[in-house]
C-alpha cells in the first residue's frame, strides 16, 4: 500500500500564491505519475496537473500560467505552485500517485477570498 500525506493548504486572498506538498511512503513503484486533483462543492474531482516519473507535465486549461507542478523522485514528494490564485480555484486538493494503481492522499483545504 502506498499513503500520500499532503500539506500546505490554507486561506489566501485572490492573486495570492500557496505551494502544496505531498509525500508519498510504503510500496512505492518508481515508475510513476503523480498528480494534484481537486474538488469543489457541488462539482466533481478534476485533474489539476501532473507530472510522470521522467518530468513530463500535463496542466488543466484552467491553471495553464499560474500553477507549476514539480517533485523530488529521491524523496517521493510532488510540489504544486499555486501563484496567482482565484476565488474559482477554492475546492480541496488531492494528491494521487498512478502505478499499477491509484493512491489518493487525504486531501487539503484551499481557500481563495475575494
Known amino acids: 500500500q502506498v499513503q500520500l500525506v499532503e500539506s500546505g493548504g490554507g486561506l489566501v486572498q485572490a492573486g495570492g500564491s500557496l505551494r502544496l506538498s505531498c509525500t508519498a511512503s510504503?510500496?512505492?513503484?518508481?515508475?510513476?505519475?503523480m498528480g494534484w486533483y481537486r474538488q469543489a462543492p457541488g462539482k466533481q474531482r478534476e485533474l489539476v496537473a501532473a507530472?510522470?516519473?521522467?518530468?513530463?507535465?500535463n496542466y488543466a486549461d484552467s491553471v495553464k500560467g499560474r500553477f507549476t507542478i514539480s517533485r523530488e523522485n529521491t524523496k517521493n514528494t510532488v510540489y504544486l505552485q499555486m501563484n496567482s490564485l482565484k476565488p474559482e480555484d477554492t475546492a480541496v486538493y488531492y494528491c494521487?500517485?498512478?502505478?499499477?494503481?491509484?493512491?489518493w492522499g487525504q486531501g487539503t483545504q484551499v481557500t481563495v477570498s475575494s
Open positions: 494521487a500517485m498512478i502505478a499499477v494503481k491509484t493512491s
Open positions: 507530472i510522470t516519473w521522467r518530468g513530463n507535465t
Open positions: 510504503g510500496s512505492i513503484v518508481n515508475i510513476n505519475t
